[in-house]
């Protein structure tokens, strides 16, 4: 298995970030064999030159955002219309939020995900598509947690075993916090570029941004926002590494059942747990979704492996199509535009998404 050469030191700090993204940096050189700052600050340049190390951006607790429900909504969508032609009409629904292609032998498939303050009202947008044939059928998984984010160990096994998926652990609690601070228009302009790591989450480049659409905060106030947030836990810092350069990666989501809600947790907690895989993870109802980025001598051969587990009944797996695939996938900021700031609370305008659908239908 080729490996991208990463030195003992070096592995030290990229395990020191994945652990703890909030370390300052004299704290990285305290806990790696390097002497000097600047070398630290070098290191860390570099790994991101090499695609090893993104970040640092922000996770959002949504049930801390907003007084009302909130979702992420997951589409599997099966398509026969061209790409272009699906993505313009999922545009249409500003809370998407992300897009990639999945690789597949016989369909086009692509996986999009929604923000969702009325999970049946996003479903029935993507109905209307499937009635007037822009796409052809789809799979729905929503949550309403948080995701947990493990990164991986550089000195762990690149092709863990499957042996400990089964054994008891501490599963985390990844419910939605509650809505317990009110926040303004300075803390809801900020949010979308801290969700998105805009220019490494630097408050002062933030600000540059925001004067460029007259607005006009001082840097204390944005200060003041981004320390609220983070107090409050409406916003998490997170890094997230890859263990192997682009080339040597293949990307993957996993979707698994159980009899057995519990047994479903554990084993998603379980999964390559101090190996050099990245793992994201979150529960969507009977079904858990695992998210990988790992070396592709992992994915060989992981859905037989997964067919021996007697506990497991049902499992799809959706691999990306390319890494990156920067013409295809995207990534957008939130939509914030229709927080309500009397009311806390963040509802999408549905109606106004049916109606441009239609709209663009009848245009053909």
Same mark, same amino acid.
Request: glycine share 4%; with cysteine.
């Given at each position: 298995?080729?490996?991208? @050469?990463l030195?003992?030191?070096?592995k030290?700090?990229l395990?020191a970030?994945g ?5 300052p940096?004299?704290?990285? *050189?305290?806990? %790696?064999q390097?002497?000097r &700052?600047?070398?630290v600050i070098k290191k ?6 090499q695609?090893?190390?993104h ?7 949504f ?6 429900s909130? +979702? ?6 099966e ?5 272009e032609?699906?993505i313009?009409h999922?545009r ?7 897009v990639?292609?999945?690789?597949s032998? #016989?369909?086009e *498939?692509l996986i999009?995900i929604? &923000?969702?303050?009325d999970?049946a009202e996003?479903? +029935?947008?993507i109905q /209307? ?7 052809t059928?789809y799979i %729905?998984?929503a949550?309403?947690?948080?995701? =947990?984010? !493990?990164?991986p160990?550089?000195f762990?096994?690149?092709?863990p075993s499957?042996?400990?998926l089964?054994?008891p652990c501490?599963?985390p609690?990844?419910s939605?916090?509650c #809505?317990e601070?009110?926040w303004?228009a300075?803390d809801?302009?900020i949010?979308?570029y ?6 490494g989450a630097k408050l002062? !480049?933030?600000?540059?941004?925001e004067?460029k /659409?007259?607005r ?5 106030q944005i200060k003041?926002s981004?320390?609220k947030m /983070?107090k409050?836990g409406?916003?998490k810092k997170?890094y997230?590494?890859f263990?192997? +350069?682009y080339?040597?990666?293949a990307?993957? =989501? ?8 519990a *047994?479903t947790?554990?084993?998603q907690?379980?999964? *390559?747990?101090? +190996?050099?895989v990245?793992? =994201?993870?979150?529960?969507c109802?009977?079904?858990g ?6 070396h592709? @001598?992992?994915? %060989?051969?992981?859905? @037989?492996k997964?067919?021996?587990i007697?506990?497991i009944?049902k499992k799809?797996?959706y691999?990306?199509?390319s890494?990156p695939?920067k013409e #295809?996938?995207?990534?957008?900021p939130l939509?914030l535009?229709?927080f ?10 549905y109606h106004?998404?049916? !109606?441009r659908?239609? !709209?663009?239908l =009848?245009?053909?």
């Amino acid at each position: 298995m080729r490996k991208a @050469h990463l030195t003992e030191s070096e592995k030290e700090i990229l395990n020191a970030l994945g652990k703890s993204p909030g370390i300052p940096l004299k704290g990285l *050189v305290d806990c %790696t064999q390097y002497k000097r &700052l600047s070398s630290v600050i070098k290191k860390i340049g570099q790994f991101k030159k090499q695609n090893l190390l993104h970040g640092p951006f922000y996770d959002v607790d949504f049930g801390k955002l907003c007084k009302n429900s909130f +979702s992420v909504l997951i589409f599997v969508i099966e398509f026969s219309q061209s790409y272009e032609t699906v993505i313009s009409h999922l545009r249409l629904i500003e809370p998407l939020k992300y897009v990639y292609p999945v690789l597949s032998s #016989h369909k086009e *498939v692509l996986i999009a995900i929604f &923000l969702s303050s009325d999970n049946a009202e996003t479903v +029935s947008l993507i109905q /209307l598509l499937k009635d007037n044939n822009i796409v052809t059928d789809y799979i %729905t998984r929503a949550y309403s947690h948080r995701r =947990e984010i !493990e990164n991986p160990n550089f000195f762990g096994d690149p092709n863990p075993s499957l042996d400990n998926l089964l054994e008891p652990c501490d599963i985390p609690d990844l419910s939605f916090g509650c #809505h317990e601070t009110d926040w303004n228009a300075c803390d809801i302009s900020i949010l979308p570029y801290l969700q998105m790591g805009y220019k490494g989450a630097k408050l002062i !480049e933030i600000l540059k941004e925001e004067r460029k /659409l007259n607005r006009i905060w001082k840097y204390d106030q944005i200060k003041y926002s981004h320390r609220k947030m /983070l107090k409050s836990g409406l916003i998490k810092k997170r890094y997230v590494l890859f263990p192997f +350069s682009y080339d040597q990666c293949a990307v993957f =989501e996993l979707y698994l059942k159980t009899e057995d809600r519990a *047994v479903t947790r554990r084993i998603q907690c379980n999964f *390559v747990r101090g +190996s050099r895989v990245f793992k =994201e993870y979150s529960f969507c109802g009977d079904w858990g979704r695992v998210g990988f980025i790992s070396h592709p @001598h992992f994915l %060989t051969g992981l859905m @037989h492996k997964l067919d021996q587990i007697d506990e497991i009944t049902k499992k799809e797996l959706y691999q990306l199509r390319s890494i990156p695939d920067k013409e #295809h996938s995207f990534d957008q900021p939130l939509v914030l535009t229709y927080f309500n700031f009397d009311e806390q609370t963040l509802k999408y305008p549905y109606h106004v998404y049916r !109606e441009r659908i239609k !709209e663009k239908l =009848e245009v053909g």
